[in-house]
């Protein structure tokens, strides 16, 4: 059984840091596209960050580019998000969310398809940023 879990979420000041943590189960880590997505309340899902496992290719959204940094451990199944420099408009529950690697040839590709609601989900994690 797939499971993806989402961990690391937490209440922070502006300018602070976090890195949230996604542990993959139940399929072939190195074989799946990765992403993390968020959504604020009375907004819409917005792609946050992809990772391509073939070449480890990486996209980040306008928003969050030169903050925050995705990464992934293949030994610990574990997708990373590192987040610095948060401002409160990032606050949201933050997601992570992964698709065959087949199904894209680029991390911006993979981030399409995940945007679509497909693959695999976690379960969120909520990150507060206060001002």
């Known amino acids: 059984q797939v499971q993806l879990v989402e961990s690391g979420g937490g209440s922070v000041q502006a300018g602070g840091s976090l890195r949230l943590s996604c542990a993959a189960s139940?399929?072939?880590?190195?074989?799946?596209?990765m992403g993390w997505f968020r959504q604020a309340p009375g907004k819409e899902r917005e792609g946050v960050a992809a990772?391509?496992?073939?070449?480890?290719?990486?996209y980040y959204a306008d928003s969050v580019k030169g903050r925050f940094t995705i990464s992934q451990d293949n030994a610990k199944n574990t997708l990373y998000l590192q987040m610095n420099s948060l401002k409160p408009e990032d606050t949201a529950m933050y997601y992570c969310?992964?698709?065959?690697?087949?199904?894209?040839?680029?991390?911006?590709?993979?981030?399409?398809?995940?945007?679509?609601?497909?693959?695999?989900w976690g379960q969120g994690t909520q990150v507060t940023v206060s001002s």
């Open positions: 969310a992964a698709i065959p690697d087949r199904w894209a040839q680029t991390a911006i590709q993979a981030l399409g398809v995940m945007s679509l609601g497909i693959g695999y």
């Open positions: 990772i391509y496992t073939g070449g480890g290719s990486t």
């Open positions: 139940g399929y072939t880590y190195s074989s799946y596209c």
